[in-house]
């Protein structure tokens, strides 16, 4: 999808991140593997299922901490929503779980191959709740930019997230693009709720809010209710 993506000359491909029980980051949208993997087809990872509180939810599945990332090799990609996407579905099986590290070698391929440079927007996933089960995320994200020499102004690398505190931190140690993600499918950031700050992402779309990001962010990347007014059936408006 990525290579494809290039290919058809879009500007910056977008992963979300995740991070594996030995501190490598692999790209998933979520750390439940059963979601976008074989996993639970895997008869030798049957007894890793668990459940656990993830950012406020609760959840039953493979956690990509609980497992290395020689295990989730083992493993291949499914769509989450094969009734959305059946064109993307039958791909099931297909492709393994790429690591970040690989994911950057690719595009850095691809933007020689094709005589131009590719931005790369990385989204940090579950960031707090991995730091709570002792892995070091921000760690293994500077070791991987820093090794393929993008951790640098002119990299055309932004790193995302809906938390806050991860794009405070980061801020002070990486000199790449930072981006406050605000949602609204959810009222507060996932950090914040998990230490009881009373933080929404409301309040952070205030004058006041705004002026609170621009502190550690360069941007701000919006979800598309907070700016179109849902009409009655409950749509975004034109």
Request: aromatic share 4%.
């Amino acid at each position: 999808a990525y290579r494809t993506a290039i290919r058809i000359g879009v500007d910056d491909i977008e992963l979300d991140l995740v991070c594996t029980a030995d501190g490598v980051l692999v790209a998933r949208h979520e750390n439940d593997l059963a979601v976008t993997t074989d996993v639970a087809t895997r008869a030798e990872l049957a007894h890793r299922r668990t459940q656990r509180l993830v950012d406020g939810v609760h959840c039953d599945g493979w956690f990509a901490e609980d497992l290395t990332v020689a295990e989730i090799k083992m493993l291949t990609a499914r769509e989450r929503f094969p009734r959305l996407r059946p064109s993307s579905a039958a791909h099931d099986g297909q492709e393994g779980v790429p690591t970040l590290t690989e994911v950057l070698a690719m595009v850095e391929a691809e933007s020689v191959r094709r005589g131009r440079g590719v931005g790369i927007m990385l989204e940090l996933k579950h960031v707090e709740h991995a730091r709570s089960r002792g892995l070091d995320y921000e760690g293994a994200l500077l070791a991987t930019l820093r090794r393929h020499d993008l951790d640098h102004p002119r990299a055309r690398v932004t790193v995302m997230s809906f938390e806050v505190d991860v794009l405070r931190r980061l801020a002070q140690r990486t000199r790449v693009q930072v981006v406050q993600l605000l949602d609204a499918a959810t009222p507060s950031p996932p950090d914040a709720h998990l230490a009881g700050v009373p933080a929404t992402y409301a309040a952070m779309t205030t004058p006041e809010g705004l002026a609170r990001i621009e502190e550690y962010a360069d941007g701000i990347g919006v979800a598309k209710a907070l700016v179109l007014a849902p009409g009655p059936d409950g749509a975004l408006g034109v």
